[in-house]
């Protein structure tokens, strides 16, 4: 999908609605940016307003990032950033679509999926796209994966901690930790979420939901996805890696419900030790759609839907005006 080419951004947040008429003056409505965490509707406008004429609405591409995963007390690490995911959904005006908002342990399909947190605020990241319906993995236009909460590391008595697992991508990433001064390494162990199946752990992802911590003692929880993310164990116990690791795995993407130009990126998961959320970066952060924070570590996801016109569907721009008839 190539850029945008226009003038500056300008989003009118959490607002879906509007009324007005083609004649002069007329109402119009501008794309629409959703940041409010949980699940709502999105009717598909009638036309838009290009060059004073009013043009037939034919699809909508969606932009769509998950939510980073949560970090929590007593040497917690980071959670992974999350994951991307954007394309055309061909429908006819008035279409009406159930979209989420990824939130941070919301542990319920409305908030995405991200898996509970332990009581020490560990959650996973949500994931957040576009549905024909309910929210059902077999009503999934588009996803993109949350990222898994970080967790406790026991051979280290102070921070960073374990770090969570990037929100996907067709694979939601694994759990990372310190296993040398300064280096980042990913466990065999734990996964996150795939196309076919949750991630594994000492418990395994399921559709659309990450992992649950279950106790104080548990680690970082999964991120949600179209398969979620795999748990890490309990503080004290092990799954094999050679330095204990109890942050989760990230929640993969999706991009098979869209008619075209579908695109799933996970994020990139750091190698060098870190303690500052800035440095766990969502995918694609250079699209003109991107606005900062969202996606890190520790912050909500966000869903941009943008309406398309033309046989060959084009984008109306990002300081279009959606014309509601």
Do not use: H
């Amino acid at each position: 999908m190539s850029p945008v080419q226009s003038v500056s951004i300008a989003y009118t947040s959490n607002n879906a609605t509007t009324s007005g008429s083609a004649g002069s003056p007329a109402t119009y409505l501008p794309q629409t940016l959703f940041t409010t965490t949980g699940s709502n509707t999105y009717t598909v406008p009638t036309q838009v307003g290009i060059g004073g004429v009013a043009t037939t609405v034919t699809g909508v591409f969606i932009y769509c990032w998950g939510s980073g995963g949560g970090v929590g007390t007593q040497y917690y690490g980071m959670g992974g950033a999350a994951g991307f995911s954007s394309g055309y959904y061909s429908c006819s005006p008035g279409t009406v679509l159930t979209y989420v908002v990824g939130s941070i342990g919301g542990g319920t399909l409305a908030t995405g999926g991200g898996g509970l947190p332990c009581a020490n605020g560990c959650g996973g990241g949500g994931f957040s796209g576009v549905f024909t319906g309910s929210i059902a993995q077999s009503n999934a236009i588009i996803i993109a994966g949350g990222g898994g909460g970080g967790g406790y590391q026991a051979s280290f008595s102070s921070p960073p901690g374990s770090y969570g697992g990037v929100g996907g991508g067709l694979i939601g990433g694994r759990p990372g930790v310190v296993v040398t001064p300064g280096t980042v390494t990913y466990s065999a162990y734990i996964s996150g979420g795939t196309q076919s199946a949750g991630g594994i752990g000492a418990i395994a992802g399921s559709a659309l939901l990450g992992a649950n911590s279950t106790s104080q003692r548990s680690p970082g929880s999964g991120g949600g996805g179209y398969y979620g993310g795999g748990l890490g164990p309990e503080y004290g116990s092990s799954l094999g890696d050679s330095t204990y690791i109890g942050a989760a795995g990230g929640g993969s993407g999706y991009i098979g419900g869209l008619t075209s130009s579908g695109v799933t990126t996970a994020a990139t998961q750091i190698t060098a030790v870190s303690t500052t959320s800035s440095d766990f970066i969502p995918a694609n952060t250079s699209s003109p759609y991107y606005s900062t924070p969202y996606g890190r570590a520790t912050q909500t996801g966000m869903v941009v839907i943008v309406p398309a016109v033309g046989t060959n569907p084009v984008y109306v721009g990002v300081t279009a005006k959606m014309l509601v008839t």
